[in-house]
């Protein structure tokens, strides 16, 4: 029902009491009067109202500007970022929307405007919403892309229908299948296709048939049901029913609702089709159709076969003319060359080859049988050359020797040590052969040996007569002897026993 007219002495309580008002009252300012315009809606209304109506013009700038409005009038309205921001979904221009707030007159633009603290979708809108906010995460999911849609089978064994067994869907479905194909089988897997319940029975369908298509011979799958409201296929927009569908192993084709009905599972699916007959009529290859096409095939290939024979026997017909025309002149040509192989061939037949080998090799022993007789002749006297030229050589070689000899025993005469002994030198060393360059080498009751040129002294340091600087050793005169030392301890020899023999 609509709102009467605004009318100011209703909100003044009719004429007041008392004499009548002049008419002459002075002009109202422009702010004045947005002021009782105001003023008297505040009073006139309840201080929070719900409005329900479309959205238009929409403008989001921080604050909602936005427009509500149903068949016959337009309300202006604002929402604060502050509420704004708890409203918690999206709204767009031509959602059906309730709006909570006050009514009041905005005098800066001269606008009745609603100041919205709370902003709702109502019905359908609703749903709509929640559609299209799953549609945004499953497209984010690549549950929609075209590169995972699997390939419906052409002719499939086994189709599975998962439906409500008491609709009329299946019926249509079964009819139609039958009438095209009935070498397809049809299991039917019923399930609730509304309610809260739904969604739960579909999902676990689909799984199902996805885990045990082999054992069950499942080719594809049919997800369909009758047409209803948005409410009513809701079930078929639930995200449990879209994973089943996106995981499914199974070609899965969706037919929910009438044509102009979309829902998420058929988004999903590998094929949308507008009708459960459609959908049937998809997965059911026409047997007339595809006997109609065996015909064909079978035509076209008889054609093809006698044109392939015709082709045939003309490429036999050419190859058997032109082996008639060249056939000779191909063979004449392949005797003369067979002819001149032959001739080259002669020298290299292996009988000929030995023989003339046999007599190379007798001709070759015969060359080496004198050879080896005038070898033999020739070194006959031959040894006793050889045997002179040896005694010539060793002799050359001793008298060589002899020569080095007696140059090395006259260098070992210069430098024999004796030659300076004779001229009153002696060499003192102590009994293990080491020569004394110094009395800090011996002390007292050391034994010493003094070479002088015809003997050698023993003497022995004495402890008394020893001095710093010097020592002084009791002499013990011994000529030189050339007997053999006892075995049971030689001293070392001296350097002096090494020119005995140089006398």
């Given at each position: 029902?609509?709102?009467?007219?605004?009318?100011?002495?209703?909100?003044?309580?009719?004429?007041?009491?008392?004499?009548?008002?002049?008419?002459?009252?002075?002009?109202?300012?422009?702010?004045?009067?947005?002021?009782?315009?105001?003023?008297?809606?505040?009073?006139?209304?309840?201080?929070?109202?719900?409005?329900?109506?479309?959205?238009?013009?929409?403008?989001?700038?921080?604050?909602?500007?936005?427009?509500?409005?149903?068949?016959?009038?337009?309300?202006?309205?604002?929402?604060?970022?502050?509420?704004?921001?708890?409203?918690?979904?999206?709204?767009?221009?031509?959602?059906?929307?309730?709006?909570?707030?006050?009514?009041?007159?905005?005098?800066?633009?001269?606008?009745?405007?609603?100041?919205?603290?709370?902003?709702?979708?109502?019905?359908?809108?609703?749903?709509?919403?929640?559609?299209?906010?799953?549609?945004?995460?499953?497209?984010?999911?690549?549950?929609?892309?075209?590169?995972?849609?699997?390939?419906?089978?052409?002719?499939?064994?086994?189709?599975?229908?998962?439906?409500?067994?008491?609709?009329?869907?299946?019926?249509?479905?079964?009819?139609?299948?039958?009438?095209?194909?009935?070498?397809?089988?049809?299991?039917?897997?019923?399930?609730?296709?509304?309610?809260?319940?739904?969604?739960?029975?579909?999902?676990?369908?689909?799984?199902?048939?996805?885990?045990?298509?082999?054992?069950?011979?499942?080719?594809?799958?049919?997800?369909?049901?009758?047409?209803?409201?948005?409410?009513?296929?809701?079930?078929?927009?639930?995200?449990?029913?879209?994973?089943?569908?996106h995981a499914c192993s199974v070609p899965t084709v969706a037919a929910i609702g009438h044509e102009t009905d979309t829902t998420i599972a058929?988004?999903?699916?590998?094929?949308?089709?507008?009708?459960?007959?459609?959908?049937?009529?998809?997965?059911?290859?026409?047997?007339?159709?595809?006997?109609?096409?065996?015909?064909?095939?079978?035509?076209?290939?008889?054609?093809?076969?006698?044109?392939?024979?015709?082709?045939?026997?003309?490429?036999?017909?050419?190859?058997?003319?032109?082996?008639?025309?060249?056939?000779?002149a191909t063979l004449q040509h392949r005797a003369t060359q067979l002819h001149h192989l032959a001739l080259r061939l002669g020298p290299l037949?292996?009988?000929?080859?030995?023989?003339?080998?046999?007599?190379?090799?007798?001709?070759?022993?015969?060359?080496?049988?004198?050879?080896?007789?005038?070898?033999?002749?020739?070194?006959?006297?031959?040894?006793?050359?050889?045997?002179?030229?040896?005694?010539?050589?060793?002799?050359?070689?001793?008298?060589?020797?002899?020569?080095?000899?007696?140059?090395?025993?006259?260098?070992?005469?210069?430098?024999?040590?004796?030659?300076?002994?004779?001229?009153?030198?002696?060499?003192?060393?102590?009994?293990?052969?080491?020569?004394?360059?110094?009395?800090?080498?011996?002390?007292?009751?050391?034994?010493?040996?003094?070479?002088?040129?015809?003997?050698?002294?023993?003497?022995?340091?004495?402890?008394?007569?020893?001095?710093?600087?010097?020592?002084?050793?009791?002499?013990k005169v011994r000529k030189r002897s050339n007997r053999p030392r006892s075995a049971a301890s030689p001293p070392s020899p001296s350097q002096?026993?090494?020119?005995?023999?140089?006398?």
């Amino acid at each position: 029902m609509s709102r009467l007219p605004f009318d100011p002495d209703r909100v003044r309580g009719g004429e007041p009491k008392g004499p009548k008002r002049s008419d002459k009252v002075p002009p109202l300012t422009v702010s004045q009067l947005a002021e009782l315009i105001n003023q008297a809606l505040i009073e006139s209304l309840p201080r929070k109202v719900s409005v329900v109506g479309e959205m238009s013009n929409l403008s989001r700038r921080g604050h909602w500007y936005f427009s509500l409005k149903d068949e016959t009038a337009v309300l202006k309205c604002v929402a604060w970022a502050s509420k704004a921001a708890r409203f918690g979904f999206d709204a767009r221009d031509g959602l059906s929307v309730v709006a909570k707030g006050a009514i009041q007159h905005y005098g800066p633009q001269g606008q009745t405007q609603l100041f919205v603290d709370s902003l709702e979708p109502v019905g359908a809108g609703a749903l709509e919403l929640r559609f299209r906010a799953l549609c945004e995460e499953l497209r984010a999911l690549r549950y929609f892309d075209i590169e995972t849609k699997k390939p419906i089978p052409t002719f499939p064994r086994r189709v599975a229908i998962i439906t409500s067994a008491k609709g009329a869907a299946l019926q249509d479905c079964i009819d139609t299948m039958r009438r095209r194909c009935r070498a397809v089988e049809i299991l039917v897997v019923d399930v609730r296709v509304q309610g809260a319940l739904a969604a739960g029975e579909i999902a676990k369908a689909i799984r199902h048939i996805s885990k045990h298509h082999v054992k069950l011979r499942i080719d594809a799958l049919l997800l369909t049901r009758g047409g209803g409201s948005i409410e009513d296929l809701w079930a078929f927009n639930e995200r449990v029913v879209a994973d089943a569908i996106h995981a499914c192993s199974v070609p899965t084709v969706a037919a929910i609702g009438h044509e102009t009905d979309t829902t998420i599972a058929e988004l999903v699916a590998d094929l949308r089709c507008a009708t459960p007959t459609q959908a049937a009529m998809r997965l059911a290859p026409d047997s007339r159709e595809l006997l109609m096409q065996i015909d064909q095939s079978a035509r076209r290939l008889a054609l093809q076969m006698h044109h392939r024979t015709r082709y045939a026997m003309q490429q036999l017909d050419g190859l058997r003319q032109s082996l008639d025309t060249t056939g000779r002149a191909t063979l004449q040509h392949r005797a003369t060359q067979l002819h001149h192989l032959a001739l080259r061939l002669g020298p290299l037949r292996p009988d000929r080859v030995i023989l003339e080998r046999g007599r190379r090799v007798s001709i070759d022993s015969l060359r080496l049988h004198r050879a080896a007789e005038q070898l033999i002749r020739d070194r006959r006297d031959e040894p006793l050359t050889l045997t002179s030229q040896l005694d010539r050589a060793m002799n050359r070689r001793a008298e060589s020797a002899t020569t080095r000899l007696d140059r090395a025993e006259a260098t070992l005469r210069s430098i024999d040590p004796r030659r300076v002994l004779k001229r009153g030198y002696s060499i003192t060393h102590q009994p293990d052969g080491s020569v004394v360059r110094s009395v800090s080498e011996v002390g007292p009751g050391t034994r010493l040996l003094t070479n002088v040129a015809d003997g050698t002294i023993a003497s022995e340091v004495d402890s008394s007569a020893a001095r710093k600087g010097r020592a002084a050793a009791t002499p013990k005169v011994r000529k030189r002897s050339n007997r053999p030392r006892s075995a049971a301890s030689p001293p070392s020899p001296s350097q002096m026993e090494l020119f005995d023999h140089l006398r």
